[in-house]
């Protein structure tokens, strides 16, 4: 759990905005203090020492959380290394030979 910032206000388009110190990655899952999932990071902004982050809420009501510190997730984040897709049933083909 990584401290993201305070949210400053509910914007129209649906998005929490908050200030952090740092830039998380996009998707990333955003958490209260009581480990439960507010969102996920939608959009990163502004100056760059101290950005601003859009989350998109999974919340019913999410203009309660303004004034609460949100976090982010280091536990199951989205953005670890991916493995490479295999298709079963499918082989390559050889490359062409040089003539010539």
Do not use: C
């Not at 110190?21 to 969102?39: A, C, F, H, Q, Y």
């Not at 203009?63 to 290394?81: H, I, T």
């Amino acid at each position: 759990m990584k401290r993201l910032g305070k949210v400053s206000h509910y914007a129209k388009q649906g998005f929490l905005i908050l200030r952090s110190d740092w830039v998380p990655s996009l998707n990333d899952r955003v958490i209260d203090k009581e480990l439960t999932v507010v969102g996920t990071v939608k959009d990163v902004f502004g100056p760059v020492r101290t950005p601003y982050i859009a989350v998109k809420p999974k919340v019913k009501n999410p203009g309660r959380y303004v004034g609460e510190v949100l976090y982010v997730d280091v536990r199951k984040s989205r953005s670890g290394p991916r493995r490479k897709s295999t298709k079963k049933g499918k082989k390559k083909r050889p490359t062409p030979r040089r003539r010539g």
